[in-house]
């Protein structure tokens, strides 16, 4: 059976590997002090989370077997999304990923080409992976989860972070080693075995 928890962890940390907000991560971690770069892009990670948990308790007012339902349903035609995606992914999407992560950061350095500061750099890193993050699966996935966890969302909170917190550690301190090996196509279809997975686990535990 799946924590609430451990449902999070396990969802963020396969969705997050090679997301833009991933290479934004690596980039930003070339130019700048790691452990800044980490405390902005965890914040920024984490406040989405929080916000996405809420969102996701808002939902769970709903039917108890509407949620139920819905779960599965979501996490099966999610995770066939994601597969089709990748299927038809280029072998050069994660290039393309790369790129987009390349031109927010060059465009945020110049808007601010001047400041190098502490607080400079934490807000850039922020601001960036914030608005990267608005949006994509993992913010979906996380308020899917906590609508079904309605009892437990510190739990489906924790584990959310956590993986954000794994995913950026290895952005900001091995992120230039293996950004040239990492497959957006592999890691989505990854992504969307897992998505039903979980919905044939919802399925099989029942209500």
Known sequence: MLTA???????????????????IAVILSIHHPRRLVFAGVVAALAAMTVLSVALGQVASLLPKDYIHYAKIVFFIAFGLKLIYDANKMAVSATEEVVEE??????????DNSQQKSVWSILLKSFVLTFIAEWGDRTQIATIA?????????????LGAILGHAICAAIAVIGGRLIAGKISERQITFLGGFLFIIFGIVAAIEGK
């Open 5 to 23: 928890f451990t449902e999070g962890l396990l969802l963020i940390t396969f969705s997050e590997l090679g997301d833009k907000t991933f290479f």
């Open 101 to 110: 992560a390349q031109e927010a950061v060059e465009k945020a350095d110049l």
């Open 145 to 157: 989860s906590a609508a079904v966890n309605r009892n437990n969302p510190i739990g489906v909170t």
